[in-house]
């Protein structure tokens, strides 16, 4: 069942989707994603994602809990790129380098939509040509759809010039449902590879195996266990905030808290997942009266390699005109029995 459940003012509205399992609340300001709740073992039914409860910061604050990222996701190093020969420069706003699509990007912009079926609502953006900086008209649709206890994000994008897009969804998950870190969660990440990160968390270029690091999370680990180590990546990263490289085995991330049996399972077309562990959480006075701090919650970013403008022979964030961007990212809440 889907229905709007409060309209922010003439143009934001929140959208409740709900299953027999789970509710998701979304709206169409960044396609966020404002609550997920979903029950415990116990029956228990706790909000298992970070949010505000003042609407007014998702519009002004800066760490995109919950929201749709992009034009680019991630860090562009210098802001700058070449495409066909020409120079673009984008804002500069997360150290020296560009992030998440720009000053306002598509976390800070109001979609239409439309509510296609019982499960399923259809955003839609239009990014001009220039928009922070980036080259061609890029049409973008967002199609959510909540089926018992899996959300289904689709993206679809085609643009009249040739561009960047590498879109993700930020939400900062926490299965416990309470204030705490989560040190207690179990990860798994099905990837024999990571991207190194230089201060400033752009990757430098130096893929490196997960073998013997703290980042082998090909068997499900306790984060608290790991991310503590005397590692000089995690030392940069002031915790994970790493680009993931998946095998194609399976493209999956797992997090589990053991104590509600909660479990999320993330899959995706996508070839690769940012983990990154709210290392930079400031203390915001987040939902039900709660101040979020570091590590407070996990970030789950399916997406192409960032920076991979500067990085790949041939970037897979490149979109040229005629193409369509086609990436399916599931999200399945469950409780292990």
């Known amino acids: 069942m889907i229905q709007v459940i409060k309209k922010i003012d003439e143009t934001i509205e929140l959208i409740s989707m709900k299953s027999e399992e789970i509710e998701v609340v979304v709206s169409n300001y960044g396609c966020t994603i404002v609550k997920v709740l979903m029950k415990d073992e116990n029956g228990h039914v706790d909000d298992v994602v970070l949010g505000y409860d003042d609407f007014t910061n998702y519009q002004t604050l800066d760490a995109y809990l919950g929201a749709l990222v992009g034009r680019v996701a991630n860090r562009i190093g210098k802001g700058s790129f070449q495409l066909n020969d020409k120079e673009y420069h984008l804002a500069i706003n997360n150290g020296p380098n560009h992030l998440h699509g720009g000053i306002k990007g598509f976390s800070y912009q109001t979609f239409d939509y439309k509510i296609v079926d019982d499960s399923t609502i259809e955003f839609h953006y239009l990014s001009k040509d220039g928009e922070e900086g980036y080259p061609g008209n890029l049409d973008l649709k967002v199609i959510y759809q909540l089926q018992g206890d899996t959300l289904t994000v689709r993206y679809l994008a085609t643009t009249d010039k040739d561009t960047l897009i590498n879109i993700t969804n930020h939400s900062y998950f926490n299965l416990s449902g309470k204030k705490e870190n989560i040190y207690e969660h179990e990860l798994m990440v099905c990837a ?47 915790g994970f905030d790493h680009p993931f ?85 599931s999200y399945k809440f469950e409780v292990v029995k």
């Not at 703290?214 to 790991?226: N, T």
């Not at 991330?253 to 709210?278: C, D, E, F, M």
């Open 192 to 238: 024999d590879t990571f991207a190194c990160i230089d201060a400033d968390g752009l990757p430098t270029g130096q893929i490196k195996k997960v073998d013997q690091t703290p980042f082998d999370l090909r068997d499900s680990a306790m984060i608290g266990e790991r991310i503590e180590l005397e590692d000089e990546q995690l030392k940069l990263g002031m």
């Open 245 to 329: 490289l998946f095998n194609m085995k399976k493209n999956q991330v797992v997090l589990y808290h053991p104590k509600t049996k909660r479990r999320l399972v993330v899959s995706t077309t996508l070839p690769g997942a940012q983990i990154y562990t709210a290392n930079y959480l400031d203390g915001r006075l987040g939902k039900y009266g709660h101040h979020y701090y570091k590590r407070d919650a996990i970030c789950i970013e399916t997406q192409n390699l960032p920076d991979a403008i500067h990085l790949e022979k041939e970037p897979t964030t490149i979109l040229r005109k005629g193409e369509t961007y086609d990436e399916v990212t």
